[in-house]
């Protein structure tokens, strides 16, 4: 596609429950970001892949978050066991290429609500 | 540690008028400073960036300075129209072969016609 494609756009979930979130990078950019935003914030670095290898996953905020990208594009968020504290808009973004400075192209997001 | 700080929005101008929207950082060594805009429904984007100090970013009509004497990347449009109504997002990048950013938490712009 033209753009990151986030996939749900909302997702309503009730406490203790697991979530997926999908994003779908721009065709051929290596690195993949996460990021999640709470209202009236700005996004916070969860996590990066270059290709396949997760690189950085220092902000991941506990071990009920994980992510993948077993074949280097297609990315996975998984929250286990959800808490009204991970409410939050989730963010994905790519860039073409590991240079720093390398623009990262973001996601509609995923607006994720734990009941 | 490292951080950044914006002016709290909202901001309301009429069309025509000059907007400033204040961000000033704390960070180690030489950071890259950037804006990233966010338009209604749509996900952030980078409007311009700058890499080393007295470096001007520019794009749209915007513009953003790097003053490392002041540590602020400010950002500056003469003549804002309705189009830009939008969350503004001052961020930085420490170093680093990452895309790891450290966001402000925004700005909203609104212009009225």
């Known amino acids: 596609g033209a753009g990151v494609s986030q996939s749900p756009r909302y997702k309503v979930t009730k406490r203790g429950q697991d979530v997926a979130l999908r994003c779908d990078p721009i065709?051929?950019?290596?690195?993949l970001y996460w990021y999640r935003q709470a209202l009236g914030q700005g996004p916070e670095f969860l996590t990066y892949?270059?290709?396949?290898?997760?690189?950085?996953k220092s902000g991941l905020p506990n071990d009920r978050f994980s992510a993948e990208r077993p074949e280097g594009s297609i990315s996975t968020l998984t929250i286990q066991r959800t808490e009204q504290r991970d409410s939050a808009m989730y963010r994905c973004?790519?860039?073409?290429?590991?240079?720093?400075?390398?623009?990262?192209?973001f996601g509609n997001g995923t607006r994720l609500t734990v009941t | 540690g490292n951080s950044v700080t914006q002016m709290e929005g909202p901001v309301t101008l009429s069309e025509e008028a000059f907007l400033t929207i204040n961000c000033t950082y704390t960070?180690?060594?030489?950071?890259?400073l950037f804006w990233y805009v966010q338009y209604p429904g749509e996900g952030l984007q980078l409007l311009l960036k700058?890499?080393?100090?007295?470096d001007k970013g520019s794009n749209k009509g915007f513009e953003a300075t790097y003053r490392k004497e002041t540590t602020s990347f400010h950002l500056e449009k003469g003549s804002v129209q309705v189009s830009d109504s939008a969350v503004y997002f001052c961020?930085?990048?420490?170093?680093?072969?990452?895309?790891?950013?450290?966001f402000g938490t925004g700005t909203l712009l609104a212009v009225q016609p």
């Open positions: 973004a790519s860039s073409l290429e590991t240079i720093p400075g390398s623009p990262l192209h």
């Open positions: 065709s051929g950019h290596v690195s």
């Open positions: 892949f270059n290709y396949e290898a997760q690189q950085d």
């Open positions: 960070a180690t060594g030489y950071p890259s």
């Open positions: 700058a890499t080393k100090a007295d």
């Open positions: 961020a930085l990048k420490y170093g680093g072969a990452t895309n790891k950013l450290i």
